[in-house]
């Protein structure tokens, strides 16, 4: 479309500069007022495409206008031509506020710079038709003096520049929308990235929740088993095998710990604490000793794992197994809170200098140094405090 009123405007626009034409004179003036009825078509069908306005009737009986009355006119004989041209230009005036009308309208929407450059080149137009037409149907002169040729270049050099406009606007507009594609590509990307890490964490937790559960069904079927059998068979024996027994029990509670840490699948400290807490009891009715059991909040051990919760029951054993074998105590306090592990015993005491260099205390400075623990121990004629603490 641009290219064609190009063209209709560029030949019109040389028909000024010619000395000679190629043609008869009157078939050329005649083809030269086609071409110029022909541009005010165009036009009429930029105008639609730049306000973008749908109005094909419109376009359809403008355009067949267009083309069958300069046919009718040249019935007429080249006497008339400048004349009747006129009037047809004259009804291409009348829908000049129609295109008005589409281009304030077209800035309302927010087009400012367009519309206000159509603006100017409808009215340079305007201008210049009223006058051309002017000389066309009322001729002051014996030349005619026109100044068409100045509409068709202010059109084209404004609708050059619009075109370039707009496509500087779509060139932004698609960078734009790449970058935002990019970015959600990324987003995307990532996200299933995560979903199959998460997806992978899942797959080995599971793994090693099938895992767990084979080794305590071993442990329950194989080791515990003949453990219970062993025991069940020295029930019935002398009470020689006291000692043995007493070993073969030991076992199993320690077969037991195990197998409650490892089943312990969520980690929590107190339950484990809560499973040895029977035994414990037992232990220190055997020795005519009350166990006070005070849990204030679920203990929070840096770095919890299975193997830790167990280098934990140990300490927890090894200490009451010296309460039991040397406090003489009659009272045990067990006191458990989310920061620290305090046993308390009313026993004889014992001299911590001199006792340095015992496996005892050693193996609880040990594992305490191994799980991050302040291990805090003080001794006297009115019983033994060990206390356990975690950040």
Same mark, same amino acid.
């Given at each position: 479309?641009?290219? /064609?009123?190009?063209?209709?405007?560029?030949?019109?626009?040389?028909?000024?500069?010619?000395?000679?034409?190629?043609?008869?004179?009157?078939?050329?003036?005649?083809?030269?007022? &086609?071409?110029?009825?022909?541009?005010?078509?165009?036009?009429?069908?930029?105008?639609? +495409?730049?306000?973008?306005? !749908?109005?094909?009737?419109?376009? +359809?009986?403008?355009?067949?206008?267009?083309?069958?009355?300069?046919?009718?006119?040249?019935? &007429?004989?080249?006497?008339?031509?400048?004349?009747?041209?006129?009037?047809?230009?004259?009804?291409?005036? /009348?829908?000049?506020?129609?295109?008005?009308?589409?281009?304030?309208?077209? +800035?309302?929407?927010?087009? @400012?710079?367009?519309?206000?450059?159509?603006?100017?080149?409808?009215?340079?137009?305007?201008?210049?038709?009223?006058?051309?037409?002017?000389?066309?149907?009322?001729?002051? +002169?014996?030349?005619?003096?026109?100044?068409?040729?100045?509409?068709?270049?202010?059109?084209? %050099?404004?609708?050059?520049?619009?075109?370039?406009?707009?496509?500087?606007?779509?060139?932004?507009?698609? *960078?734009?929308?790449?970058?935002?594609?990019?970015?959600?590509?990324?987003?995307?990307?990532?996200?299933?990235?995560?979903?199959?890490? !998460?997806?992978?964490?899942?797959?080995?937790?599971?793994?090693?929740?099938?895992?767990?559960?084979?080794?305590? @069904?071993?442990?329950?079927?194989?080791?515990?088993?003949? %453990?219970?059998?062993?025991?069940?068979?020295?029930?019935?024996?002398?009470?020689?095998?006291?000692?043995?027994?007493?070993?073969?029990?030991?076992? /199993?509670?320690?077969?037991?710990?195990?197998?409650?840490?490892?089943?312990?699948?969520?980690?929590?400290?107190?339950?484990? *604490?809560?499973?040895?807490?029977?035994?414990?009891? =037992?232990?220190?009715?055997?020795?005519?000793?009350?166990?006070?059991?005070?849990?204030?909040?679920?203990?929070?051990?840096?770095?919890?794992?299975?193997?830790?919760?167990?280098?934990?029951?140990?300490?927890?054993?090894?200490?009451?197994?010296?309460?039991?074998?040397?406090?003489?105590?009659?009272? $045990?306090?067990?006191? %458990?809170?989310?920061?620290?592990?305090?046993?308390?015993?009313?026993?004889?005491?014992?001299?911590?200098?001199?006792?340095?260099?015992?496996?005892?205390?050693?193996?609880?400075?040990?594992?305490?140094? !191994?799980?991050?623990?302040?291990?805090? =121990? @003080?001794?006297?004629?009115?019983?033994?405090?060990?206390? %356990?603490?975690? $950040?």
């Amino acid at each position: 479309m641009l290219a /064609l009123g190009s063209l209709c405007s560029g030949i019109y626009t040389s028909s000024f500069f010619l000395t000679e034409v190629p043609v008869q004179h009157s078939l050329w003036l005649w083809f030269i007022y &086609t071409l110029a009825m022909g541009f005010s078509y165009i036009i009429l069908l930029i105008i639609h +495409r730049f306000v973008r306005v !749908e109005h094909p009737l419109l376009e +359809r009986w403008a355009g067949a206008y267009t083309l069958i009355i300069p046919f009718l006119i040249a019935w &007429t004989g080249p006497a008339y031509y400048l004349k009747l041209f006129g009037y047809m230009g004259a009804s291409y005036a /009348l829908i000049s506020p129609y295109l008005f009308y589409l281009v304030i309208r077209h +800035r309302n929407t927010g087009h @400012r710079i367009e519309s206000l450059l159509l603006l100017l080149v409808l009215s340079v137009l305007a201008g210049i038709g009223v006058h051309d037409l002017d000389q066309m149907i009322f001729p002051h +002169r014996h030349l005619p003096n026109y100044y068409a040729y100045w509409a068709a270049s202010s059109m084209g %050099l404004v609708i050059t520049f619009l075109v370039i406009l707009r496509f500087d606007r779509t060139l932004n507009r698609y *960078i734009l929308l790449n970058s935002n594609l990019n970015q959600q590509i990324e987003e995307k990307s990532q996200a299933l990235a995560s979903s199959y890490e !998460e997806r992978h964490t899942l797959l080995t937790h599971n793994a090693l929740l099938d895992e767990r559960e084979r080794i305590l @069904r071993d442990l329950h079927d194989g080791l515990g088993g003949y %453990l219970i059998s062993a025991l069940a068979l020295i029930d019935r024996m002398p009470q020689t095998t006291h000692a043995l027994q007493k070993t073969l029990r030991t076992a /199993l509670d320690d077969l037991r710990l195990m197998v409650d840490s490892i089943d312990d699948k969520n980690g929590d400290l107190s339950l484990l *604490i809560a499973s040895v807490r029977e035994r414990l009891d =037992l232990a220190m009715d055997a020795c005519n000793i009350t166990l006070h059991w005070q849990v204030t909040a679920p203990p929070q051990l840096p770095n919890p794992s299975p193997s830790r919760h167990v280098q934990l029951i140990r300490m927890i054993q090894e200490i009451f197994n010296n309460v039991a074998k040397h406090s003489q105590a009659h009272h $045990v306090n067990f006191i %458990l809170t989310d920061s620290f592990l305090e046993i308390r015993d009313d026993g004889i005491g014992f001299d911590p200098q001199s006792l340095k260099t015992g496996r005892g205390l050693t193996n609880l400075r040990r594992r305490a140094a !191994e799980l991050g623990l302040i291990l805090t =121990l @003080r001794s006297g004629n009115h019983g033994t405090l060990i206390r %356990l603490e975690w $950040v």
